[in-house]
């Protein structure tokens, strides 16, 4: 499992016993998952049930305690900083630099995942283009709209075309129909082979995704289509199966 | 100055509010009232406004134009009063994260010349859920600790009206069930509550509701009324592709507009050539398996919707 090349190139995520513990406190206990390329997969859970933690350590940004991962091909244990390279990351919180201009925000993340300056021109016009955005390139974005704001955040979180994006509750807050525009583009994401990965706590969101893991306590209790999961808890919706699943753990 | 021995007329009245920041009108022109003992639900994406409302209520900063009062105290000139009197639990944790539960219990309980004993009935529910945990550090609870901690510090001195401000954001369903459980008894007790939130499908909780986009009101109602003025038919739809549904009933000429709602879409109809059935042939010839249409009842969401593109 050392050697990126001889996993499946299919696997995007391979998760064994992946545990965190912070002193005697297991945030994370012992959870094994796999993500298909490709895959919108929806990643939920109560709070306090470990998901933060989960990401982090997916992300490469916080060491297992115990067990192993496989991101985009790399060790989340031992090469976090090629795992970072090859995924993309949006939350509500951090997406883009309010005072920096839309074609300042691309030159500066492109400079980040090591996009060429020729190859970076020619994206951003195609991006701009497909957003529509070509009119303000250089506005501030702390002057869009939010609909905007975050449309051209997800964009430039899968700039580098990774191999899967993270994406950490993206719709909060949000009005319903950037919601859903957002989702749009998630689809579109997913169609080109960019696996996905939320977290969400709107649950009607949790079916447009292809398959829906929920934690709780630290430990995976239910990973199915929202289609099964729904037969498994005899419920009519995803919001029935989280109340049916997930407690709040104090 | 002497507060009336009767009941306010209306436990919140706002006329006219304007405010700006810069350029960014975040408020135009508000007016709506609050009976005493209701709960109602300020619903609204971020950036629409609602916090800002929340503060020049709250006494914490001055609108631009108009005037607004709490329980008759005038917001400028009796602030005073009005903090004295409310309860306010700010859209982000804002108790101190390095005191106990207990300890930052008891400083508010003492910034409003109060103890925990004397209005420990109001709070008993809520705090009984953490109080096993009444020494450990605020900044170490859970969100949904968290929650409750900043609710029975804002209950602690039996405050006439409460702000809530986005209490649920951020919250998983489970929690945010068992807030709005707590609310309920909440107004059992007399408390008018104010609260607002991004999520939709709390509209119903609320007594009425104000559905706010862009600083202004586009509808004040009780969610039953709101609902009934839904403009055209709604119809849900289902296939074994539901991307692919999405774009072809789009793509529909007769149809108005389609959004996706969870596990079905929602489909508004207002041309009367469309029927079910004439949508199921359709749908069939596009290759769709599995077609369940049916007229359902408007969300408050689909309102919203409906409202914030007129």
């Known amino acids: ?250 | 100055m002497d507060k009336q021995n009767n009941d306010p007329k209306s436990a919140v009245h706002c006329e006219s509010i304007s405010k700006k920041y810069d350029e960014i009108e975040a408020l135009k022109n508000i007016n709506f009232s609050v009976n005493p003992g209701e709960i109602f639900g300020i619903i609204g994406p971020d950036g629409a406004g609602k916090t800002t409302l929340f503060r020049i209520l709250t006494t914490l900063i001055l609108a631009d134009s108009g005037t607004a009062s709490v329980d008759d105290f005038d917001v400028v000139n009796d602030y005073k009063e009005i903090r004295k009197q409310v309860g306010y639990m700010p859209g982000k944790f804002s108790l101190y994260q390095d005191l106990t539960v207990e300890e930052n219990l008891n400083f508010f309980a003492t910034v409003f010349n109060t103890t925990i004993e004397e209005n420990y009935e109001l709070i008993k529910d809520i705090y009984q859920q953490i109080e096993p945990f009444k020494n450990r550090r605020a900044g170490k609870l859970s969100g949904g600790m968290k929650q409750k901690l900043a609710l029975s510090c804002a209950l602690i001195h039996k405050p006439s009206v409460l702000f809530l401000d986005e209490p649920t954001t951020g919250v998983d369903p489970v929690s945010r069930k068992e807030f709005w459980g707590m609310l309920k008894s909440l107004k059992a007790q007399g408390i008018t509550i104010l609260v607002s939130t991004p999520y939709m499908d709390e509209a119903s909780l609320c007594d009425r509701i104000a559905l706010i986009q862009n600083g202004q009101f586009l509808k004040i109602d009780t969610p039953k009324n709101i609902v009934a003025q839904y403009e055209n038919k709604l119809w849900a739809v289902q296939s074994d592709n539901m991307y692919k549904l999405l774009t072809d009933l789009r793509a529909n000429e007769l149809t108005n507009n389609c959004f996706a709602f969870g596990d079905k879409h929602h489909v508004s109809v207002s041309n009367e050539q469309l029927t079910m059935n004439s949508l199921k042939e359709t749908l069939d010839r596009l290759e769709h398996t599995n077609i369940e249409i049916r007229e359902i009842e408007p969300t408050i969401e689909d309102c919203f919707m409906q409202l914030s593109q007129k």
């Open chain 1, 1 to 250: 499992m050392n050697n990126p090349t001889q996993h499946n190139s299919n696997k995007v995520i391979i998760a064994e016993n992946l545990t965190k513990k912070f002193g005697n406190f297991k945030a994370v206990d012992h959870i094994s998952f796999e993500v298909n390329r490709g895959e919108i997969f929806g990643f939920l859970g109560a709070n306090g049930a470990g998901k933060t933690t989960a990401m982090r350590m997916l992300c490469g940004l916080s060491i297992p305690s115990d067990g192993k991962g496989l991101v985009a091909g790399y060790d989340i244990g031992t090469q976090t900083e090629l795992v970072k390279k090859n995924i993309g990351y949006m939350s509500q919180k951090f997406s883009l630099y309010e005072d920096l201009t839309v074609a300042e925000n691309i030159r500066f993340f492109s400079g980040i995942y090591g996009i060429s300056p020729a190859e970076r021109k020619e994206k951003q016009e195609k991006l701009l283009k497909d957003l529509d955005l070509e009119s303000s390139k250089d506005s501030l974005i702390g002057s869009l709209p939010l609909g905007w704001k975050q449309k051209l955040a997800f964009s430039v979180a899968i700039f580098h075309d990774p191999k899967i994006v993270f994406l950490d509750e993206p719709t909060g807050g949000v009005d319903p129909i950037t919601r859903r525009k957002f989702w749009d583009l998630i689809y579109e994401a997913a169609d080109r082979g960019i696996t996905v990965f939320v977290t969400t706590h709107y649950m009607d969101e949790a079916e447009y995704c292809n398959r829906v893991s929920i934690m709780n306590a630290g430990r995976i209790e239910a990973l199915d289509t929202p289609e099964n999961l729904k037969k498994q808890f005899g419920a009519k919706n995803m919001d029935e199966v989280f109340l049916k699943i997930a407690r709040n753990v104090e």
